[in-house]
């Protein structure tokens, strides 16, 4: 079995990559909740969907999130009744978001609707959303006064609503501390043949992941079985706000910055072969360089990175 | 001011009619909510919507319910997660009840909401729902034994998810006595000019409003200036479930029946031309007969049957 700590985009397609080298019934990914959010009452978990729809087959993978040829109509009539519509929730997608509240209002649990999600999807790795405690990711930033204290936006706000352009001045998990990892998780993390850190954020996917009781201690005491991938490539990310959140932050904004983060965690890390450069430096830290594409163009460069990071740990 | 008891097709027809006749401003709707229902964790009342709809110009007029053009994505993705799908709710439509249902999780009333949603849609007659209170339609029949008793099926399961199949036994109107009448809804009945009974269903869609504390006296108190108009043409309605309540409930399934039902209420009766042979009959219960063309078609004929009725009262 292979565990995958993942957020959305850049976790969704590694996994997809996976499910191609190994069986999906082995794969089991434990995904980011920190960006969860409600939207005109009903509970959006948009990294966990976004993993579900691309296992499924029905993600929209020029965008990378929602589900493919999706429209939005009833976005479009929500801003007729004057509603903050800068959340893009296509019509089909919604369903999703329905069910998921309905669920939890009828008791049950986020990893539950999850499972269930994923079924109605054919999904046969299994999908876990980290925690089914209420973890939420805050940027601090330089914003004006919010509701939500001096510049502090919960995740969405900041990437979504805001376009991530807020100099960040900090980042914080609420509840994480006393949110427990979902049922299955350390399990996973004990059990596993190996553990990837997709190429996801690793500060707001990865971190909030992180951030639970005995999860960063689960990796380290198996750091010889966990690879980590970078998502900043020459220097850039390639979706926000990885780049932003590294900066603001005072990490390094490259992959040599990521493997600070993962240094304690995993022995073999993945960069990109335009980061060639750093790998003396990689190397310095006690981590394994692996070169590899690590731009997810399409299906064969998805396979190609998990064959890639799987064969560095085997 | 005009004052119209409504149900959802036939009377958002009239009511299309009648603010062709006279301002808009002058009429007040008071709208049925006895078919109210719960989807999904959402709060649908289809009345008060067809009316608002009609009203607003949006309604899909072919149907007579819903959004025009709407799409059905949301349902079709719903029915993939092994839900209900047999009342038809379309993506723009959603956006109605998504709003309707967080505007009542924030206390408020649902009369409150409907003014709210006719002021986006540009309304500018008053659409009333009948009661802030909860009122439900509830249809006896001889369907197989369900969760809600013997046969006892709510209205939009026995005419929609059934097609109204089911031979009736009974019908009442839970919490009518209870409930009262929405702000607004007595004081209308007491100073309207006229009061006009849409050719609804008498039963399903006029009887909830008649069975509120109060209304059927303010009705008989005034029924000089009351017409009624049936929505039974030739033995038969347009829709169903009219024709079947009627039956079922004993009564004729033609114009007098309708007005045996309307005779304490309304002095003038309207009926359409196709049942001139019944005049004699309805003049005999106490009612002035009216004859129309109550198949409103198109705007033309909305407008005529509008302008009858209240020629006859005036």
Known sequence: MIAVLSGGVGGSRFLQGLVRVVPPEEVVAIVNTGDDEEFFGLYVS???????????????????????????????????????????????????????????????????????????????????????????????????????????????????????????????????????????????????????????????????????????EALASRRDRVAGVSPIVAGRSLRPPAAELLAGLGHEVSALGVARLYRDLARVFVLDREDAGLTPAVRELGLEPVMADTIMRDAAAKEALARATLEALG
């Open 46 to 216: 948009p990294d966990p969907d976004i993993v579900t729809y691309a296992l499924g087959g029905i993600v929209d993978e020029e965008r990378g999130w929602g589900v493919r040829g999706d429209t939005f109509r009833w976005l479009e009539a929500m801003r007729r009744f004057g509603h903050e519509t800068w959340f893009q929730i296509g019509d089909r997608d919604l369903a999703t978001h329905l069910y998921r509240t309905r669920r939890l209002r009828e008791g049950a649990t986020p990893s539950q609707v999850a499972g269930e999600l994923a079924e109605r999807l054919g999904v046969r790795a299994r999908v876990l959303p980290m925690s089914d405690g209420r973890v939420r990711t805050v940027v601090e930033t330089e914003a004006p006064r919010l509701p939500t204290g001096r510049g502090a936006l919960p995740f969405q706000r900041y990437l979504v609503q805001r376009g991530a352009r807020d100099r960040v001045l900090g980042l914080r998990f609420e509840g994480a501390g006393g949110a427990r990892p979902a049922p299955g998780v350390l399990e996973a993390l004990r059990e596993a043949e190996f553990i990837l850190i997709a190429p996801s954020d690793p500060l707001a996917s990865i971190g909030p992941i992180l951030a639970l009781p005995g999860v960063r």
